[in-house]
Every structure is written in C-alpha cells, then in structure tokens.
C-alpha cells in the first residue's frame, strides 16, 4: 500500500514536459547599420523543451537556436555573421537559452521571462518580454509563443564594426510546442 501511495504522490508532483516543435517555431535577428537602417536575419532550427509544474504553477524554458543555418538577404551578410568576427558559427552552432521559472499565467498574459543566454561561449543574463497569448488557454499549441529581447553584441565577445554596426541586437522569437507528453 506505501509504493501504491508514493506512485501516487510522485506521479502528482512530476513535472509536465512539453517539446518545442522546430517546424512551427523561429528566431530572427536584426541590428542597426550605419545608424540608418536595419540589417536582419532568420536562425536555424528552434528546439528543446518547456517544463510545466501545474502545482507550483510555474514554467521553466530550456531552447536552443542554431546559428550555422543563418539565412539573410544577402549572401555575403550571411557569410559575415556566420563568421568568427560574429556569432562564430563553426565553433559555436548555437544560442542556448535557459529561463528561470515563472508564473504560469505569463504564457496566457505576457510578461517577461528571465534566464541565461549562452553565445559564442559566454553566458550572460537575459530577458524577454512574452506577448500576451491570441488563444489562452492554448499558448504554444493552437498558436505560438511570441517574445522580444535585445543583448549587447559587445558582452559576447563581438566587438568588431563599431564604427558601422550598433551594439545592440534584437531578437525575435516565435515558439510552438508539440503535443504534451508527460515524464
């Protein structure tokens, strides 16, 4: 009757995992050249997963952006950023965020969602602003996630360009999640 009891219990309390769904989900980048116009780009795959405790009501976010399928308009901008000068691609094929846990209403409210961010090598704080869900109730699978953020190029190590390139480089990510599977 105990194991009966403590399947019970830890089954309750085990965490919901749900995986981010790379067809449905994208990262694009933009930052300011010349102090004039906006030079942008779409990252590569968007995958990893979501943790959903239903009982301290909170979520925590594990993603991962890959930097070596970077596609912009132009293929010598791609060439550039794809480079050790800037997010060194071949050393470095991703961006991993990892946020803390945060209320639960946030995906349905919006709001922002702090954590780490890891580039190039080096990870530093990070936040981004959560748009308030078109479908609560359903974030991330009747329709996506949608969150902004900005970082200091410079913090990550690319200080090249100074003169020509802003050190300022927003980010725009669109999420969806797969169909809930639990532990």
Same mark, same amino acid.
Do not use: N
């Given at each position: ?20 769904? =790379? ?69 470095? =094929? ?8 945060? =209320? ?80």
């Amino acid at each position: 009757m105990g194991a009966l009891l403590w399947g019970v219990a830890a089954s309750a309390v085990a965490a919901e995992r749900v995986a981010l769904d =790379p067809r449905r989900s994208s990262a694009e980048f933009e930052i300011r050249a010349m102090w004039m116009f906006d030079v942008g780009g779409r990252f590569g795959d968007v995958s990893g997963e979501v943790e959903i405790d239903r009982e301290a009501r909170s979520v925590k976010v594990w993603a991962r952006i890959g930097v070596a399928d970077v596609s912009m308009r132009r293929d010598s901008y791609e060439a550039w950023v794809k480079s050790a000068e800037f997010f060194d691609a071949a050393r470095y =094929p991703q961006i991993v965020f990892e946020s803390e846990p945060f =209320p639960l209403a946030t995906l349905d409210l919006g709001g922002d969602i702090v954590g780490s961010l890891t580039l190039r090598g080096s990870t530093q704080p990070m936040r981004f602003a959560l748009r308030p869900s078109e479908c609560p109730g359903q974030a991330a699978l009747s329709c996506p996630v949608v969150a902004d953020g900005s970082l200091q190029r410079s913090e990550f190590g690319m200080r090249t360009r100074r003169a020509t390139l802003a050190d300022k480089v927003r980010l725009h990510l669109s999420v969806s999640a797969t169909q809930a599977a639990t532990d």
